[in-house]
C-alpha cells in the first residue's frame, strides 16, 4: 500500500530562518511524482512545488526546495528566509497510476 | 485565484439527505479531482476523471457518485448523508491526464446536522 508520513505535526520558524519539513512514503512503484503544497488560513489548498521521481535533480521554486532521496524515499522541503506569510499547513502528496495519496500535514508558525 | 471555481461555499444539510457539488476547472484543463478533507486531517482522493471518462477511482464511498460533462465542468453526488460527511471537498483540475500538476478550487464546506 502506498502511504505518504509526515512525522512532524508542528513546526515554528523564526522569520528570515530556514526551515526543513519532512515527509517520507512508501511505494513499489518506480514512476511518481511528488509534491508540497500549502494550505494557508484561507484554506485554498497552493501548490508549492514538484518532484518527477526520475528526476535526479532536486527541485526549486524561489525560497523553496527540496532534497528528494529515492533510495530512501524521502521528500523534504526546504524554506529559507521564512516570511510571515508561509505560515500554513504543509502537505506532502504523491501520486503514482492515477492515485493521489496526501500526508497528514505539518503546522508551520513563522514566528516575527 | 486558480481558476478552478465551486459551488456553492458553504453547504448545510440534514443526514439522509442528498446534495450536488459543482466544480469548473480552468480553461483548457481536461482533468478534474475530487478530494475530501475532514477536519484536521489531510486530504482523501476520491476520484478522477478526464474529458468526460472516469480515470482513477480513490477512497470514495458508494453513497457518493461524480460525473463529467462535455463542457468539463463536474458535479459530486453525496447521498444518504451522514454526519461523518461533513467535511471540506475540493475540486482540482490539471491539463492533462499525465500532468499532475493539479489547481485547487475554494473548496465547498459541508455541514450534515
Known amino acids: 500500500a502506498q502511504t505518504v508520513t509526515q512525522s512532524q505535526p508542528e513546526m515554528s520558524v523564526q522569520e528570515a530562518e530556514t526551515v526543513t519539513l519532512s515527509c517520507t512514503y512508501d511505494t513499489s512503484e518506480n514512476n511518481y511524482y511528488l509534491f508540497w503544497y500549502k494550505q494557508p488560513p484561507s484554506r485554498q489548498m497552493i501548490l508549492v512545488i514538484r518532484q518527477e521521481a526520475y528526476k535526479q535533480q532536486n527541485a526549486t521554486e524561489n525560497r523553496f526546495s527540496v532534497n528528494f532521496q529515492k533510495a530512501a524515499k524521502s521528500f523534504s522541503l526546504k524554506i529559507s528566509d521564512s516570511q510571515l506569510g508561509d505560515t500554513a499547513m504543509y502537505f506532502c502528496?504523491?501520486?503514482?497510476?492515477?492515485?493521489?495519496?496526501f500526508g497528514t500535514g505539518t503546522s508551520l508558525t513563522v514566528i516575527p | 485565484d486558480s481558476g478552478v471555481t465551486q459551488t456553492p461555499k458553504h453547504l448545510i444539510t440534514a443526514t439522509g439527505q442528498r446534495v450536488t457539488l459543482r466544480c469548473s476547472p480552468r480553461s483548457g484543463d481536461l482533468s478534474v479531482y475530487w478530494y475530501q478533507q475532514s477536519l484536521d486531517q489531510g486530504l482523501q482522493f476520491l476520484i478522477q476523471?478526464?474529458?468526460?471518462?472516469?480515470?482513477a477511482k480513490g477512497n470514495i464511498l458508494e453513497r457518493f457518485s461524480a460525473q463529467q460533462f462535455p463542457d468539463l465542468h463536474s458535479e459530486l453526488n453525496l447521498s444518504s448523508l451522514e454526519l461523518g460527511d461533513s467535511a471540506l471537498y475540493f475540486c482540482a483540475s490539471s491539463g492533462g491526464f499525465l500532468s499532475y500538476e493539479q489547481y485547487f478550487g475554494p473548496g465547498t464546506r459541508l455541514t450534515v446536522t
Open positions: 476523471y478526464y474529458n468526460g471518462e472516469e480515470r
Open positions: 502528496a504523491f501520486v503514482s497510476r492515477g492515485q493521489f495519496y
